[in-house]
């Protein structure tokens, strides 16, 4: 694959606790040179983020981030905020104690009541497949594929682990409903990149793609 038709799936990713506005207008630089699908940045850049871009890339970001143990109502209130402040896309993570109790109806409604929040914009749910069993993995892809979600992403890159080939595999044979996937979270070669594209991914996630590229695309 072209690296330039791989970036235009890649959503330019810098979530690091220590990111500076320096660092999230360098992304906002690249992805706008090199035509990533978007920037993926933390909640608190994005209304600076959205001034900057001007609508000439779509803005990402992160709700209920890192573990996904925010009440309902909080991942709701963040969305909102997110949307208020520009953001175009919004990448959500789920209740993972919820999903190891089987409350998969508190998970379907709460993805429901925060794409509600949405209004309109993209919702993609992280469910961060290292800390789940493969029947929860499959259970989640139900449960996203039936919900008003339109992506469900591999991690957060936070986790004891990222995106997998068995996992993308998994997502393939199991989402419905036009669900899209994201592979997110230890994409660090280009190989890796074109593979998870092959499997079925839509979007990948990553802060490294870029850089990789750069000297292909150039």
Same mark, same amino acid.
């Given at each position: 694959?072209?690296?330039?038709?791989?970036?235009?799936?890649?959503?330019?990713?810098? $979530?690091?606790?220590?990111?500076?506005?320096?660092?999230?207008?360098?992304?906002?630089?690249?992805?706008?040179?090199?035509?990533?699908?978007?920037?993926?940045?933390?909640?608190?850049? !994005?209304?600076?983020?959205?001034?900057?871009?001007?609508?000439?890339?779509?803005?990402?970001?992160?709700?209920?981030?890192? *573990?996904?143990? &925010?009440?309902?109502?909080?991942? &709701?209130?963040?969305?909102? &905020? %997110?949307?208020?402040?520009?953001?175009?896309?919004?990448?959500? !993570? !789920? *209740?993972?104690?919820?999903?190891?109790?089987?409350?998969?109806?508190?998970?379907?409604?709460?993805? *429901?009541?925060?794409?509600?929040?949405? +209004?309109?914009?993209?919702?993609?749910? #992280?469910?961060?497949?290292?800390? $789940? @069993?493969?029947?929860?993995?499959?259970?989640?892809?139900?449960?996203?594929?039936?919900?008003?979600?339109?992506?469900?992403?591999?991690?957060?890159?936070?986790?004891?682990?990222?995106? @997998?080939?068995? +996992?993308?595999?998994?997502? %393939?044979?199991?989402?419905? *409903?036009?669900?899209?996937?994201?592979?997110?979270?230890? #994409?660090?070669?280009?190989?890796?990149?074109?593979?998870? =594209?092959? =499997?079925?991914?839509?979007?990948?996630?990553?802060?490294?793609?870029?850089?990789?590229?750069?000297?292909?695309? +150039?």
């Amino acid at each position: 694959m072209h690296e330039a038709k791989l970036l235009s799936h890649v959503d330019h990713t810098l $979530l690091k606790q220590t990111a500076t506005w320096a660092d999230i207008e360098k992304i906002c630089r690249e992805g706008l040179r090199y035509r990533t699908a978007s920037v993926c940045i933390p909640p608190s850049y !994005v209304k600076q983020a959205a001034e900057f871009l001007e609508g000439k890339l779509p803005v990402g970001t992160v709700i209920g981030f890192p *573990n996904g143990y &925010q009440t309902t109502a909080v991942k &709701q209130a963040e969305a909102a &905020q %997110a949307v208020a402040a520009g953001a175009d896309e919004i990448d959500m !993570v !789920v *209740n993972l104690g919820w999903a190891k109790e089987q409350k998969y109806d508190a998970i379907f409604a709460e993805i *429901n009541a925060v794409k509600e929040a949405c +209004d309109g914009r993209l919702l993609k749910v #992280i469910v961060e497949t290292c800390f $789940l @069993t493969e029947i929860e993995k499959i259970r989640m892809c139900e449960v996203v594929s039936q919900s008003q979600a339109e992506y469900i992403k591999t991690s957060t890159g936070f986790g004891s682990g990222g995106a @997998t080939a068995e +996992d993308i595999k998994l997502f %393939a044979n199991h989402v419905t *409903n036009g669900t899209k996937i994201k592979a997110a979270g230890g #994409i660090r070669s280009i190989a890796d990149a074109e593979l998870f =594209l092959q =499997l079925g991914a839509e979007r990948l996630g990553s802060s490294s793609l870029v850089e990789l590229c750069k000297g292909r695309v +150039d």
